[in-house]
């Protein structure tokens, strides 16, 4: 895999406390990744130095080997899609996609082939305030391509939608950023949404970069405790429950809710809840040490109150301060 | 530091030192000549000072006591109630404020005057030898600003009452409160920073008035007449001891007030729904609100009414009837076609058309670097832009005419009084508040992700402030220039201290056709003020 845009160890100081960096990451032309992190965890700041809206303290960024680090973000040709979209609203629809395009003949035919690609043909006259949160976000991602950048980046894209929109938007974005072929960067704080749109994911905490990797090696091998917990559900086990279920030594383990089963033997506990879901149900049963974990399975296969005993069908094991051994 | 940040910065501190040089060192300039010498002492020992600064005092005192006790009562009315015409009735009553104090004044003359349309009307419907009043002293002084003033309690009431949230009101009265504990305990402390706030421009407006005492004052001073008054007469060092006087009074209460005024809960709480307008459905009731409010609105028009009057009637035929006998355009005629009266109207014109375009760009400047650059001095940038505000007209007029006077280039102060660049210099200390505080507002509004989705987009600094920066701050901008070109159109305070022959404004003019009994031709001139002060606002204001 050559990169096509490298982060090499860029940083961002904020205070003498808060420090983003050093991060230093490899894209493949074409290729969408996520960079995934709760809160305050620096992604939206890595997404700002890349598109030069803050200046780092050091590090390199480069796209096809040319140095962009001092480029101004005028000039630097990565497309942004704002959270809010940013849309400006004394410009009509076809203004806005148009407005980083030159002025040629051919731009409105450019503007109307941008607006084809989100599906919003004939929408150039429309006023920005009259779209629908769905729209407005397709008006701003097509006015991001429509100059055609060497690198699409996209600040928390579907944050704005409603939920039941979001799911499908998502489908949505992914097709038309394949059917474009852009290398792309996109941050979010929801697995869910990183796990349907990247290709790759890169996990950032307190301003590091913890892990990259595809989905399922993120979920299945996990580097460390953070990166088990916040990617997707985890229970965690220490000490005589971690035992219980087959673990050897100090370490900690850590068990999806579907990895876990009822069974004859294992770890014992108390079913305290029961939450349905329809397909299946979560039961959120509790240690005889009082820990409390989930686990997902048939919806009668156990009742509130029951004593119950619990086997894993596969375990993730970390080493005691919580990294992989 | 990049070298980028220090360019901003040294903006930053060229900005801030221009601001200084024109807001605070004329100031700085007079307290220093003020505070040495026999004038302080002449001050102090003549009863007349003392009693024009109690004068000054009482007077906007009495002015907040009574604008509040007519403004906010209106503003439960037309927030709260549903009667025919409420909504044009509301924007009506807004109207006085907008317009030239100059020009509410002397409608005020021509309709209650001793020698206006209603004590002629009086004195012919009774046979009297006299007019039945003279409209003199402190209560006409009182008359005119609860008359305009009203309209500040009437606005921030109002902006209040739309804010308050209506489960507030259900609250307390699910929590037992009857209608008197609700508006005691709930209302008027949510209100109060919307009452300080009024009360905070109507004592500052009041204490800088100028126009009504001077028309209406007669033998009785305030500060404001009593600087102008010592100013012409030549005794300067007094003059500025007086200034000086007026400004402390002026922070003084500014101070005491500020302290009363506590923090915006209500934009702490966020936006609530407003109550829901209660129509009034008894008939007989509905009937007399209906009246009352239209017969208000009458009451709140005649006076420019009567103005338009006025300038319709040609000089001299006008003496002792109730009504004009002579009605046509003669003194509009006169007005733009006599060259010596069209020239106060030009300078004007350019005058506040100049200084407003500067007070612009130096808000724009400032609205930049404070805002979006966050420079060091923005604290101080801010300070010196509000302070004109602060302080009463006449302050910064005897400061600039002083400061101004005198060339010593090395303490940066040159000839400019006589000259034509000191009145719109004067207008644009006046003009900076208004321009900058529009400005500074817009500029927190925008998102600054829209610049720089601009900037992603391939567009340079220039090309984004003038396709997505000006276009959005577009309403602030025109709001704040409008208020600065329209206050600068209309100013009589600097005016009066500062002008020339050769540059004399609208005011001057005014002033001068009044003591020529040419009431007409000082009537239309107020009547083109007042259209033209309207029509400039009306489109500034546009949303």
């Known amino acids: 895999m050559s990169a096509f845009l490298k982060i090499q160890a860029i940083k961002k100081q904020w205070a003498h406390t808060v420090t983003v960096g050093p991060i230093t990451l490899d894209i493949a032309r074409g290729e969408i990744l996520a960079l995934l992190g709760p809160s305050g965890s620096g992604k939206t700041t890595m997404l700002r130095l890349l598109a030069g809206f803050e200046t780092a303290d050091g590090g390199r960024i480069s796209v096809a080997n040319e140095d962009l680090t001092a480029v101004p973000p005028a000039r630097r040709r990565f497309g942004m899609v704002f959270q809010h979209y940013a849309l400006f609203p004394h410009l009509d629809v076809g203004e806005n996609v148009g407005f980083g395009l030159p002025r040629a003949p051919d731009r409105d035919a450019q503007v109307a082939a941008a607006l084809g690609l989100v599906d919003l043909a004939g929408y150039e006259r429309r006023k920005v305030h009259e779209l629908s949160g769905g729209q407005q976000q397709r008006v701003a991602l097509a006015r991001a391509l429509a100059p055609e950048p060497q690198v699409l980046l996209l600040d928390e894209p579907l944050s704005n939608l409603d939920p039941a929109l979001r799911e499908r938007t998502r489908r949505e974005l992914r097709q038309v950023i394949k059917r474009v072929g852009i290398t792309t960067l996109f941050v979010t704080h929801e697995q869910e949404e990183a796990f349907d749109l990247g290709d790759r994911i890169a996990v950032i905490n307190s301003g590091h970069l913890e892990q990259t990797g595809a989905p399922d090696e993120l979920y299945e091998q996990p580097v460390n405790l953070f990166v088990a917990t916040f990617v997707g559900r985890a229970n965690v086990f220490r000490g005589p429950s971690a035992r219980a279920l087959g673990a050897t030594g100090d370490g900690v383990l850590v068990v999806r809710p579907e990895r876990l089963r009822f069974a004859d033997a294992g770890l014992p506990g108390v079913v305290r809840e029961r939450r349905y879901t329809g397909a299946a149900a979560f039961f959120l049963v509790e240690a005889d040490d009082k820990g409390r974990f989930e686990v997902l399975a048939q919806p009668d296969a156990a009742q509130v109150g029951e004593r119950v005993y619990v086997e894993a069908t596969r375990v993730i094991v970390l080493s005691e301060n919580g990294t992989r051994p | ?543």
């Not at chain 2, 020009?103 to 419907?125: K, M, W």
């Not at chain 2, 200034?243 to 934009?267: C, F, N, S, W, Y």
């Not at chain 2, 509009?332 to 004007?348: D, G, K, Q, T, V």
């Not at chain 2, 600094?461 to 208020?483: F, I, K, Y």
């Open chain 2, 1 to 543: 530091m990049t070298r980028r940040q220090r360019t901003t910065e040294l903006a930053g501190l060229g900005l801030a030192l221009l601001l200084a040089w024109l807001v605070i060192y004329p100031i700085l300039v007079v307290a220093g000549d003020a505070a040495d010498g026999a004038a302080l002492r002449e001050f102090f020992t003549r009863p007349g000072e003392w009693a024009a600064l109690w004068a000054s005092i009482w007077i906007s005192l009495a002015s907040v006591v009574l604008a509040g006790v007519i403004g906010i009562p209106l503003a439960f009315l037309f927030e709260w109630f549903d009667f025919p015409g409420r909504k044009t009735l509301g924007a009506l009553i807004a109207l006085p404020v907008v317009l030239p104090p100059l020009v509410g004044v002397i409608a005020f003359l021509f309709l209650y005057g001793e020698s206006g349309f209603i004590a002629r009307a009086i004195q012919a419907a009774l046979h009297l030898e006299q007019a039945p009043w003279r409209l003199q002293g402190a209560v006409a002084i009182l008359l005119v600003h609860a008359y305009s003033m009203n309209v500040y309690f009437y606005l921030f009431t109002r902006a209040g009452l739309a804010k308050l949230d209506v489960s507030m009101l259900e609250a307390a009265q699910a929590l037992g409160a009857d209608a008197r504990a609700t508006l005691w305990r709930v209302i008027v402390p949510l209100l109060r920073p919307s009452l300080v706030g009024a009360a905070m421009l109507t004592f500052m407006t009041a204490l800088g008035s100028f126009s009504a005492p001077y028309i209406f004052g007669g033998g009785f001073r305030v500060m404001t007449t009593q600087i102008v008054a010592t100013k012409l007469n030549g005794d300067l060092p007094l003059a500025m001891v007086e200034t000086v006087a007026l400004a402390i009074v002026a922070v003084v209460g500014l101070l005491i007030l500020r302290r009363t005024e506590g923090d915006d809960i209500l934009v702490a709480l966020g936006k609530g729904i407003a109550p829901r307008l209660r129509p009034i459905r008894r008939s007989g009731i509905r009937r007399l609100a209906t009246v009352a409010g239209w017969g208000l609105a009458v009451v709140l028009l005649l006076p420019h009414l009567t103005l338009l009057l006025v300038s319709l009637v040609p000089y001299g035929v006008w003496t002792t009837e109730i009504l004009p006998p002579v009605i046509n355009f003669e003194n509009y005629r006169r007005l733009f076609s006599e060259a010596e009266r069209l020239r106060p109207m030009l300078n004007s014109l350019w005058m506040a058309a100049a200084s407003t375009a500067i007070a612009v760009a130096l808000a724009l400047a400032a609205g930049w670097l404070v805002v979006r650059r966050r420079v060091a001095l923005r604290r101080v940038i801010e300070g010196l832009l509000a302070l004109p505000w602060a302080l009463p007209g006449t302050v910064f007029a005897i400061a600039l005419a002083i400061t101004f006077s005198v060339n010593a280039p090395l303490q940066l102060r040159f000839v400019l009084v006589g000259s034509a660049v000191i009145l719109p210099l004067a207008y644009l200390v006046r003009a900076l508040p208004l321009t900058g505080r529009g400005m500074l507002a817009s500029y927190r509004q925008l998102d600054p992700s829209l610049e720089e989705a601009a900037a992603s987009l391939g567009a340079g600094r220039w090309r984004t402030l003038a396709r997505v920066t000006l276009p959005q701050l577009r309403p602030g901008l025109a709001a704040g220039a409008s208020l600065a070109f329209v206050a600068a159109l209309g100013d009589i305070v600097a005016s009066i201290v500062l002008y020339t022959y050769e540059t004399r404004p609208v005011s001057i003019e005014i002033l001068s056709s009044l003591r020529l009994s040419e009431t007409g031709v000082a009537a239309a001139f107020g009547v083109v003020l007042m259209l033209v002060s309207a029509v400039v606002l009306g489109v500034g204001t546009r949303r």
